[in-house]
Structure formats: structure tokens, C-alpha cells
């Protein structure tokens, strides 16, 4: 059975750093693409980051460029999320996904039904 984990999450301040965990198992995914979502109440499910099975060419959300650094260690079938310069507006449940389909476009990588596998969530909640 599949599962993707998460940890990390939890009240900070606003300009905080929180580094989130996602760790898989039930089978490798060191091939397959992984990366985060997002969902605040009352919202839809926004793209945060994504990272290939290799480790490289990550992907951001425009809102997470230049704060957020995904990272994998395929050795321990685990994903990370640093978040770094916290806002207010970054409070949301923050959820662990993978595919195994090949996501060519960067467009496709902000699609949710194109992952296969998710997390229940960790909250993460940055006060003003």
C-alpha cells in the first residue's frame, strides 16, 4: 500500500522558516516525480513545487520562487519542502504528491489530477 507522509508543519511567525518532510513508502519512488500542494479554507488546490526522480529541474509556483526549496533524498524515499520567509498568506494545509506520469510542459506540472499519490497534509499556519 502506497503512502506519502507529511511532517513539519505548525504555527510560526511571519518571516519564520518551517522545512517540511513528505516520506514515501510502499514501493521506490525514486523515478517519479513528487512535490506539494497546497489548500487554504476556502480555496482550491494551488501547485507549490515539484521535482523530477532524478533531483533536478525543480518547479515552482510563481508564489513560491525565491523562498521555497524542494529537495529529495532517494535514498530514504523522502521529499522536502524548506520554506523560507514565511507569509501570512502561505497558511494553508500543504500536501505530499507523485505521479508516475511523465510531465513534460511546465504547465502540466501545476495540474492536480496529474498526480497520482497524496498525502493527508500538514498545516502550516504563519501569523502576521
Known amino acids: 500500500q502506497v503512502q506519502l507522509v507529511e511532517s513539519g508543519g505548525g504555527l510560526v511567525r511571519a518571516g519564520d522558516s518551517l522545512r517540511l518532510s513528505c516520506a514515501a513508502s510502499?514501493?521506490?519512488?525514486?523515478?517519479?516525480?513528487m512535490g506539494w500542494f497546497r489548500q487554504a479554507p476556502g480555496k482550491e488546490r494551488e501547485f507549490v513545487a515539484a521535482i523530477r526522480g532524478s533531483g533536478t529541474s525543480p518547479h515552482y509556483a510563481d508564489s513560491a520562487q525565491g523562498r521555497f526549496t524542494i529537495t529529495r533524498d532517494n535514498t530514504k524515499n523522502t521529499v522536502y519542502l524548506q520554506m523560507n520567509s514565511l507569509k501570512p498568506e502561505d497558511t494553508a494545509v500543504y500536501h505530499c504528491?507523485?505521479?508516475?506520469?511523465?510531465?513534460?510542459?511546465?504547465?502540466?506540472?501545476?495540474?492536480?489530477?496529474?498526480?497520482?499519490?497524496w498525502g493527508q497534509g500538514t498545516q502550516v499556519t504563519v501569523s502576521s
Open positions: 504528491v507523485a505521479t508516475d506520469r511523465l510531465l513534460f510542459r511546465s504547465s502540466d506540472y501545476v495540474v492536480p489530477r496529474n498526480y497520482d499519490y
Open positions: 510502499g514501493r521506490t519512488f525514486s523515478s517519479t516525480t
